[in-house]
C-alpha cells in the first residue's frame, strides 16, 4: 500500500507536516513499515480540500484531527 | 511603477518580451528578424548614432535572447557592436587640478610617476605608474581620477581586457559567470543568455501538465522582487502561465543546512558551496582548495533533485537572482536534476508577453522552507542557517564562521585559510556584495531587499530546519 502525502504550500500551511508526523507514528505503532510506504509530492492540484491524501491512487481529504479516523478506516481496515 | 534599475535593463527586457511573444504564438524563428524594427520603429535614434545601429544591435540582443552562441559554454557573452568603447586609460589628471603648491600627489608616489610641468600641473607618467591609486586618495581638489571601464571595474577575477577592436573581451577560462559586468555595464553590451524559449517549449508540450508536470523552483531572494505585486500573486501567475506548481529552493536550502552542519562537524572545515560563482572562482583560482568546499548540491539542485527523483518525466526550472545558476546547470552532476535556468528579469518578460497583469490576480501561498532557508538569500543567512542545524541536531562543534560577499573577501579568506593564518572553520562565498538579493539576475538591487528577505524568513510557517525538512523522508 502506498500512502502520498501533499507536501505543497498549500497544504504544508494547514498541517501536512503534522499529517506525516502522526502517520509515521502510526505505522510505526502498527509494525506496518514493510507494508505502508509512505511518501509526499507537491501538489495534487486539490489545494481547497487539503491536506491532499492518496492511497493507492484513492484521494482522501484528512486533516491533522482527523488522521487517526482516517488511518484505521482507509488504512488499517484494508490491509 | 517601478520594475527595473536602469534603462539598460528596460530594454533587454523589451526584447525578452517580443521574442516570448512570438514564441507563445510559433512565429520564431522566422518572425525573429523583424523584432529590432518592432522596438525601434520610424527613423529617429534614440539610442545610437542611427537607427540602423541600433537595430543591428537589437538583432544581437534577440540573438542572446534565444539562447545566444551554442557553441560557447560561456552563459555570459560580450555584444561588441554594442560596446561604446568606453575610455580606460587609468589614472589621469583632470582640469581640476590647481597647481598647488603642496605637491601631495608626488610625496605618495612610490614610483616617482609624477612630475610637474611650468604652471605646477601634475602629470603622470605611464610608464612608471602602477595604478595604485594613492595620487588620486590624496589629492585635496580630487583632481586624479581612474579612467576605467565599467566593465572591468565590476569583474573582480579580471577576465575582461580590451580586444584590438577596442571592445571588452570575456577571457572564458577566468569568468566565473557571476554577471556583475553584465550589470554594470550601461551600454548593455555585455549580456547573458536567455533560456526562455526552452521553458516556452517545455511550458507548451506538457499540454497543461497532462503530458508531464513542469515544477517552479523559486530562489528567496523573490521576497524583494515584483514588488509593485504581492508574492501570491507572483505564485498564481506562474500557475496561469503553465507550470503544475511553486517550491521554494529555500526548501532546498534548508536540507542543504542540515546536512552541510553534519559534513562541518565531520571534516572540521568547510566552504559553502550554494554558490555556483564562487564554486567555480575557487576551481579555477584555487584548485587545491576545492576538497574543501562542501560536497553538498546547492539548494535549487537539492530540491530539484528531490523532486525528480519522486516523479518520472517531470521537468524543473529555476527562477532567480542569477546568472551564474545558468553556467551551473551545464554540470553533469546537476544537468538531470534542472531543465532550465531563468532570471527573475526574464519571468517578468515572460509575465508580460502574456499581457498579465499580475496585480489583478488573487493570492497562492508559497510555504515550504523555514526561516533559516529563506535568509540564504542575503548575506550570512547561511552561516546563520549552518550554526542553527548545528544546535538543532545537537553536533560537537565549535563553528568560527568568515562570512564573505563579493568576490574580493571570497578571495582574502581563502589566501588566509592557504596560509593557515585563520581562525574560521567555515567560509560563507557569495560572489555578489551583499548575497543573492543582489544577483545580476534581479528586477532591483535597494537597499531594502535584506529587510524584505528577513521578513519573508519569519512569515516561514516552519520556524526550525529539522520540522522544515521532515516532510521529506
Known amino acids: 500500500m502506498k500512502i502520498t502525502v501533499c507536501i505543497g504550500s498549500s497544504c504544508h500551511i494547514k498541517g501536512s507536516r503534522q499529517v506525516v508526523e502522526q502517520l509515521q507514528f502510526l505505522i510505526a505503532e502498527n509494525k506496518l513499515k514493510d507494508k505502508v510506504e509512505l511518501s509526499g509530492t507537491f501538489c495534487m492540484g486539490k489545494c481547497q480540500q487539503g491536506v491532499c491524501v492518496t492511497v493507492d491512487d484513492e484521494f482522501f481529504s484528512v486533516s491533522p484531527e482527523t488522521v487517526k479516523t482516517f488511518f484505521e478506516s482507509e488504512v488499517l481496515n484494508k490491509l | 511603477m ?30 525573429a528578424i523583424d523584432i529590432p524594427k518592432t522596438i525601434v520603429p520610424g527613423k529617429t535614434p534614440t539610442m545610437r548614432c542611427c537607427v540602423y545601429k541600433e537595430r543591428a544591435i537589437l538583432a544581437e540582443r534577440v540573438k542572446m ?177 503553465g507550470f503544475h506548481t511553486v517550491v521554494e529552493a529555500a526548501l532546498g536550502a534548508d536540507m542543504v543546512a542540515k546536512s552541510e552542519s553534519v559534513e562541518l562537524a565531520e571534516k572540521g572545515f568547510l566552504t559553502s558551496s550554494c554558490c555556483p560563482a564562487f564554486v567555480d572562482y575557487v576551481g579555477k583560482n584555487f584548485p587545491d582548495m576545492l576538497p574543501l568546499v562542501s560536497h553538498n548540491l546547492s539548494p535549487m539542485t537539492t530540491i530539484a533533485k528531490y523532486i525528480k527523483q519522486r516523479e518520472n518525466d517531470c521537468k524543473t526550472v529555476f527562477i532567480g537572482p542569477c546568472t551564474a545558476k545558468k553556467a551551473e546547470v551545464q554540470k553533469e552532476s546537476v544537468k538531470p536534476f534542472v531543465d532550465a535556468v531563468i532570471t527573475f528579469e526574464e519571468l ?63 578571495k582574502i579568506a581563502l589566501l588566509k585559510k592557504r596560509k593557515n ?40 510557517y516552519e520556524k526550525t530546519i529539522l520540522d522544515a525538512v521532515s516532510v521529506l523522508q
Open chain 2, 348 to 410: 517578468q518578460a515572460l509575465f508580460d508577453s502574456l499581457d498579465m497583469d499580475i496585480t489583478q490576480f488573487e493570492e497562492d501561498v508559497l510555504d515550504n522552507a523555514s526561516y533559516f532557508g529563506r535568509i540564504f538569500a542575503r548575506s550570512g543567512g547561511l552561516t546563520d542557517a549552518v550554526a542553527q542545524a548545528i544546535r538543532e541536531q545537537s553536533l560537537n562543534f565549535d563553528l568560527k564562521p568568515c562570512t564573505c560577499d563579493g568576490i574580493e573577501a571570497c
Open chain 2, 421 to 460: 593564518v585563520t581562525d574560521a572553520n567555515f567560509i560563507e562565498g557569495m560572489a555578489c556584495i551583499g548575497g543573492c538579493i543582489n544577483g545580476a539576475g534581479c528586477l532591483t538591487h535597494g537597499e531594502k531587499n535584506k529587510a524584505e528577505v528577513d521578513k519573508y524568513g519569519r512569515e516561514a
Open chain 2, 65 to 241: 535572447a534565444m539562447g545566444g552562441d551554442r557553441s560557447n559554454p560561456n552563459v555570459i557573452q560580450v555584444i561588441d557592436i554594442a560596446c561604446d568603447e568606453c575610455p580606460a586609460a587609468g589614472y589621469e589628471v583632470t582640469d581640476s587640478c590647481r597647481g598647488c603648491l603642496a605637491h601631495r600627489c608626488e610625496d605618495v608616489c612610490k614610483r616617482g610617476a609624477i612630475s610637474f610641468d611650468h604652471n605646477h600641473v601634475a602629470h603622470i607618467d605611464k610608464s612608471k605608474c602602477v595604478e595604485c591609486g594613492q595620487c588620486a586618495n590624496v589629492c585635496p581638489f580630487t583632481a586624479i581620477i581612474n579612467r576605467k571601464r565599467p566593465c572591468q571595474n565590476a569583474c573582480k577575477v579580471k577576465a575582461i581586457s580590451i580586444n584590438e577592436d577596442n571592445a571588452a573581451a570575456i577571457d572564458d577560462q577566468k569568468c566565473i559567470s557571476c554577471g556583475a559586468c553584465v550589470y554594470q555595464c550601461p551600454f548593455g553590451a555585455i549580456t547573458d543568455k536567455s533560456f526562455i524559449l526552452n521553458v516556452i517549449d517545455m511550458l507548451k508540450k506538457s499540454e497543461s501538465n497532462t503530458k508531464y508536470k513542469t515544477y517552479a523552483i523559486v530562489a528567496p531572494s523573490i521576497s524583494s522582487q515584483f514588488s509593485y505585486a504581492k508574492l501570491g500573486q507572483v505564485i498564481t501567475a506562474l500557475k496561469k502561465m
Open chain 2, 2 to 31: 517601478r520594475k527595473f534599475d536602469t534603462k539598460v535593463q528596460y530594454l533587454k527586457y523589451k526584447v525578452l518580451r517580443e521574442v516570448a511573444r512570438q514564441a507563445w504564438a510559433e512565429r520564431l524563428p522566422v518572425s
